[in-house]
C-alpha cells in the first residue's frame, strides 16, 4: 500500500515526492498534466533542481515512487495526500484558489476513509477550513503543511528544513503527518492550521521585507558613493540583523517569490524591447521562447553567444558559469564594453581593468 500521495507534481510536489520517497515511503504523483507524468515516468525531469533527477530514478528503479494522471489510482491507497498546485496571483493581488478546489472535488470521492489531506500549497489564511468544507468528507481530516523550499536548493532544504509546521486541529492526525518526516532532524511546530497558514506568509513578508530593505539601501550607497558589499558585511556582525537574505539584486528574486521575478524579467525585456532594443538572452534553464518570453528575443545557448556584437551586457541571475565567464572573451565579442552585474557576483577591478563600464547595484 502507498503511504502517500501527491496531487500537482510541480516543483513543490515533485521535490517532495522524490524525497519522500528517498525517506523510504511509497509515494503515488498525481497530475493533470499528461505530458509532464509522462516524461517523469520515463526519468525526465522538467526542472533543473541539483540532486532531484537522481532522486526521481531512485524512487522509480525502487518502485518506491509512481507518477500518474488517474486520481483514484494515485489517492485511493494513501493515508496521507498532500495538495501541492500552484495558487498563482490574480490581477488584483489575490490569491487564485481554483486549483486547489478543482483538485480537491477531483480526489474527494477516492481518498480511503480517515486519510490525511495535507495542504503543502500556499494558501490564504482560513483556506484548511474552507477545504474541509469543500471536500465533505468528514472522516477526513485536512492538515496545513507549509513548505519553505527555495528554488536552486529545493532538495537540500526539503531534507534539511530549518523547521516543519505542521497545522491541525486533530492532534492524532498532526502525529500522522510528523510521522512522515520522522527521518529529517528539524524543529517540528505543531499548531492550528490558521497559526500554519499565517507563519508561511509571516515568513515570506519578512524576507521580501529584508530584500526591499537591502535593495534600498542599495540605492542610497550608489547616491552618496558608499560600497554597498562593505556596508551589508558592517551591518551584518550584527547578529540581531545578520546577513542572510541581504543581498542587493533587480528586484526581488529569491525561489518563494517566482511570480515576482517572472513579471520582473518581463518588465527588463519588455522596456528594452519598448525602446527598439534588439535582445539576445541565455539561461541555463531555459531553451526556446516558452512560458511568456517574447517572440522577438532571441535565445542562446551559450552565455558568450548571447556577448556577440552587444552594445551591453545584463548579468540578472548569479548562476556559477556566469560568475566564472572569462572577461576577455565577453570583451572580443562586444561591440561596446558595457557591463550591468545586477547581481554583483563579478569582479569589478578585474572588469574594469579591461575597459569594461562597469555598474554594479549600490557599487
Ligand atoms: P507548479 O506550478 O510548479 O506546480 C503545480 C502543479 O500542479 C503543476 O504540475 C500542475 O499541472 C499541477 N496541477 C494543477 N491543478 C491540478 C489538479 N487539479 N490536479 C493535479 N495536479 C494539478 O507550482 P509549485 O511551484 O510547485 O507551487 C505549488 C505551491 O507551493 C504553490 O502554492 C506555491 O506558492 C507553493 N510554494 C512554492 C515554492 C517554490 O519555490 N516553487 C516554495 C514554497 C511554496
Redesign the pocket.
Known amino acids: 500500500m502507498s503511504e502517500i500521495a501527491i ?7 515533485l521535490t517532495a515526492g522524490a524525497c519522500f520517497a528517498h525517506l523510504g515511503h511509497r509515494v503515488s504523483c ?4 499528461e505530458s ?1 507524468i509522462s516524461k517523469l515516468s520515463n526519468g525526465e525531469i522538467p526542472i533543473v533542481e541539483e540532486g532531484l533527477e537522481a532522486l526521481v530514478k531512485e524512487g522509480l528503479q525502487s518502485n518506491k515512487l509512481s507518477f500518474s494522471t488517474d486520481p483514484q489510482k494515485a489517492v485511493s491507497e494513501c493515508e496521507v495526500v498532500f495538495l ?4 498563482p496571483q490574480l490581477p488584483d493581488g489575490t490569491t487564485d484558489t481554483s ?1 486547489i478546489d ?2 480537491v472535488s ?1 480526489i474527494a470521492e477516492f481518498l480511503p476513509e480517515n486519510s490525511v489531506l495535507v495542504n ?4 490564504p489564511v482560513g483556506s484548511a477550513k474552507k477545504v474541509f468544507e469543500n471536500l465533505k468528507r468528514s472522516d477526513v481530516e485536512v492538515v496545513s503543511n507549509p ?5 536552486g536548493t529545493a532538495v537540500n532544504d526539503f531534507l534539511n528544513p530549518e523547521r516543519i509546521i505542521i497545522g491541525s486541529e486533530n492532534e492524532n492526525a498532526a502525529q500522522i503527518v510528523a510521522e512522515m518526516y520522522k527521518k529529517i532532524e528539524a524543529p517540528v511546530l505543531i499548531t492550528d492550521p490558521i497559526s500554519a497558514e499565517t507563519i508561511k506568509y509571516s515568513a515570506n513578508a519578512f524576507l521580501v521585507t529584508k530584500l526591499s530593505f537591502i535593495n534600498s539601501i542599495a540605492a542610497v550607497c550608489e547616491g552618496v558613493g558608499a560600497n554597498i558589499d562593505d556596508v551589508i558585511e558592517g551591518i551584518s556582525y550584527d547578529s540581531r540583523i545578520g546577513d542572510k537574505y541581504m543581498k542587493p539584486g533587480p528586484g526581488w528574486g529569491g ?2 517569490f ?1 511570480k515576482d521575478t517572472k513579471s520582473l524579467i518581463h518588465i527588463v525585456i519588455n522596456r528594452l524591447l519598448s525602446e527598439g532594443a534588439k535582445v539576445k538572452a541565455h539561461d541555463p534553464t531555459v531553451s526556446d521562447n516558452k512560458e511568456g518570453i517574447p517572440p522577438q528575443v532571441l535565445i542562446v545557448n551559450d552565455p558568450i553567444v548571447a556577448c556577440d556584437d552587444a552594445n551591453a551586457v545584463v548579468l540578472l541571475t548569479d548562476w556559477d558559469e556566469y560568475k566564472s565567464i572569462d572577461p576577455n572573451e565577453v570583451l572580443k565579442r562586444t561591440s561596446d564594453p558595457n557591463l550591468i552585474d545586477t547581481r554583483n557576483v563579478l569582479d569589478v577591478k578585474e572588469w574594469k581593468n579591461l575597459g569594461f563600464a562597469y555598474q554594479g547595484t549600490g557599487r
Open positions: 496531487v500537482g507534481t510541480g516543483y513543490v510536489g498525481y497530475d493533470i498534466d509532464k501541492c498546485v500552484q495558487t486549483m478543482s483538485a477531483q503543502k500549497s500556499t494558501v513548505e519553505f523550499l527555495r528554488e525561489s518563494c517566482p
